[in-house]
C-alpha cells in the first residue's frame, strides 16, 4: 500500500481522474456514452498520458523539486527509483498512443500530439515566458475536444466552451505554480518563466484575472446547448463561489497553496455539474 500511495503522488492520480471525468462529460454532451470496450479504453487514455507527463516531470525536475524544498515528492524522498519514473513514462505514454489507434483516427492523432508535446513540455517548454502554462492549459482542455471525436465527427459547440473554460482555468492555475516554484526553477534549469520575466506580482494578478473571467464563461456551454436546470447549476455556481474565495485569499494573503487546491476543488465541482446536465 505504501508503493500505491507513492505511485499515485508520483503521477498525481487525481489530475488523471479529473481528465478522464472530462472525455467522460465531453462524450455525453457530443451524443452519448460510447459502448463497453470503446468507453473503458476512451477514459484509459488520458489516465495513462497524465501519468506518463507527471512521472517524466518527476524525473526531469528532481534537482528543482530539492531547491523548492518540496520534500513530499517521490523521487525527493528517494521511495521512488529515477530509473522507475522514467520507465513507467514511457511506458504509460506508448499505451496511451497504442490504445487511441484503437479507437478512430482523429483520437489517435490527438493522442500522439499531446504525448510529444509532454515530452516538449518537461524538456523544454516549461522554461519560457507562458509556453508552458499554455501547454498545461491546454491539456486540460484537450479532453473534451478528445471526447467529442470519440463519438462523433463534428465538434459540438458546448464541447467548444468547455474546452474554452479548461484552457482558461488551467492557465491561471499555472501561472500561480510558476510563482510558487520560481527560485528552484531559475537555479536548477535556468527557467525563463513568467514570473522571471514580468515579476511574481503582476503574475499573481494576471492568474487572478483569468480565475475571475473564469467565472462568466461558466455560463457558456449553456449557451451553447447544455440545458441548465436546478441540480446542474448549483454545482457550477458553488463552483463559481469557490474561485472568488480563491481570487480573495490570492490577493489578500498570497495564499498560492490553497489557490491550487482550493481551484481543483472547483474544477472538478464544475465538471460535474456539466456532466448533469448532459445526462
Known amino acids: 500500500m505504501g508503493f500505491l500511495l507513492e505511485l499515485y503522488r508520483l503521477t498525481r492520480f487525481e489530475h488523471a481522474l479529473m481528465l478522464a471525468f472530462a472525455v467522460l462529460i465531453a462524450e455525453a454532451v457530443a451524443g452519448g456514452l460510447p459502448a463497453g470496450i470503446v468507453l473503458a479504453i476512451s477514459l484509459l487514455v488520458p489516465i495513462l498520458s497524465e501519468m506518463g507527463s507527471f512521472a517524466l516531470n518527476d524525473y526531469l525536475d528532481m534537482e528543482t523539486d530539492r531547491l523548492n524544498r518540496k520534500k513530499d515528492r517521490p523521487l525527493v524522498k528517494g521511495t521512488i527509483s529515477p530509473t522507475f519514473a522514467l520507465w513507467l513514462s514511457f511506458i504509460c505514454m506508448a499505451l496511451a498512443t497504442a490504445l487511441a489507434y484503437l479507437i478512430n483516427t482523429p483520437a489517435f492523432i490527438i493522442a500522439l500530439v ?67 516554484d520560481v527560485e528552484g526553477d531559475v ?35 449553456f449557451l451553447a446547448g447544455i440545458r441548465f436546470t436546478p441540480l446542474s447549476g448549483a454545482p457550477i455556481i458553488a463552483a463559481d463561489a469557490l474561485i472568488l474565495l480563491v481570487c480573495y485569499r490570492l490577493a489578500a494573503q498570497g495564499a498560492f497553496k490553497f489557490a491550487r487546491d482550493a481551484s481543483l476543488a472547483a474544477f472538478a465541482l464544475g465538471m460535474l455539474g456539466y456532466l448533469v446536465a448532459a445526462l
Not at 515530452?119 to 482542455?141: F, R, S, V
Not at 484537450?142 to 465527427?153: R, T
Not at 525563463?192 to 503582476?202: D, N, Q, S, W
Not at 494576471?206 to 455560463?219: G, R
Open 114 to 180: 499531446f504525448n510529444a508535446l509532454a515530452i516538449a513540455y518537461n524538456w523544454k517548454l516549461k522554461d519560457l515566458p507562458l509556453a508552458g502554462n499554455a501547454y498545461i492549459a491546454l491539456t486540460m482542455a484537450v479532453p473534451f475536444v478528445f471526447g467529442n471525436y470519440v463519438v462523433s465527427a463534428a465538434l459540438a459547440p458546448a464541447n467548444l466552451a468547455l474546452a474554452l473554460l479548461g484552457f482558461v482555468a488551467g492557465l491561471a492555475r499555472e501561472i500561480i505554480k510558476s510563482i510558487q
Open 187 to 221: 537555479a536548477a534549469r535556468g527557467s525563463r518563466t513568467l514570473p522571471v520575466m514580468i515579476g511574481k506580482e503582476a503574475s499573481l494578478w494576471m492568474a487572478i484575472a483569468l480565475y475571475l473571467l473564469f467565472i462568466p464563461l461558466s455560463a457558456l456551454p
